[in-house]
């Protein structure tokens, strides 16, 4: 197995006027991804993207911004199917600390999200797969009006019409007793 990690920004890499970068993560990114971890909720992907760091003092300031499509199965239709996503996001690199972990007022106060390094290098690949992971919906729909799987018959309503759909919406008891269910 190689474990060929991609991403790590050499912290001296980074200038005072900062570094910019862009990504454009493909088939071969998420594969070796997926290598590496079994339970990722996507199938494959593709995204492109910039990040640029700065180096503030001991601490590294990380922009980012993510665009691209993760194949999900739609919660609803079980479907697998190819959704649109987008992040944009601001990290703060502390170095990590030898001890507690101190509280920093300073920091408390801004709306980063604060994270830790050590040794020289930023793990960028890190960072960008949590952001992927974060842009994952709760529950995933293939469309806004997906319709599901029929309950008693598991036909997906998208593609057609089974017969024991029909009796339900026409029948006002089963409307009744599908509003008692919720
Ligand atoms: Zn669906
Ligand atoms: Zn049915």
């Known amino acids: 197995m190689k474990t060929k990690k991609t991403l790590q920004i050499s912290i001296k890499s980074i200038t005072e006027t900062g570094k910019d970068l862009s990504l454009d993560l493909g088939k071969e990114w998420f594969d070796r991804w997926r290598e ?5 909720e996507f199938s ?4 492109r993207g ?18 691209g499509l993760l194949d999900l199965a739609c919660g609803r239709c079980l479907e697998p199917y190819a959704a649109s996503l987008e992040t944009a996001f601001d990290l703060l690199l502390v170095p990590a600390p ?20 050590s040794g020289e290098t930023v793990d960028l690949e890190a960072i960008i797969r949590e952001q992927i992971i974060l842009m994952v919906p709760l529950k995933p729909l293939c ?10 018959c598991g036909a ?25 269910e919720k």
């Open 44 to 47: 494959q992907g593709a995204m």
């Open 36 to 40: 590496e971890d079994q339970g990722l």
């Open 50 to 67: 910039t990040v640029s760091l700065a180096k503030h003092g001991h601490d590294i300031l990380v922009r980012g911004h993510l665009q």
């Open 143 to 152: 469309q806004e009006t997906c319709h599901g799987l029929c309950p008693l």
């Open 156 to 180: 997906n309503l998208n593609r057609e019409t089974c017969s024991c759909q029909v009796e339900k919406s026409d029948s006002p008891f089963a409307q009744l007793a599908k509003l008692k």
């Open 98 to 117: 030898a001890g507690a972990a101190p509280e920093d007022e300073e920091l408390s106060a801004a709306d980063l999200d604060l994270d830790f390094y």
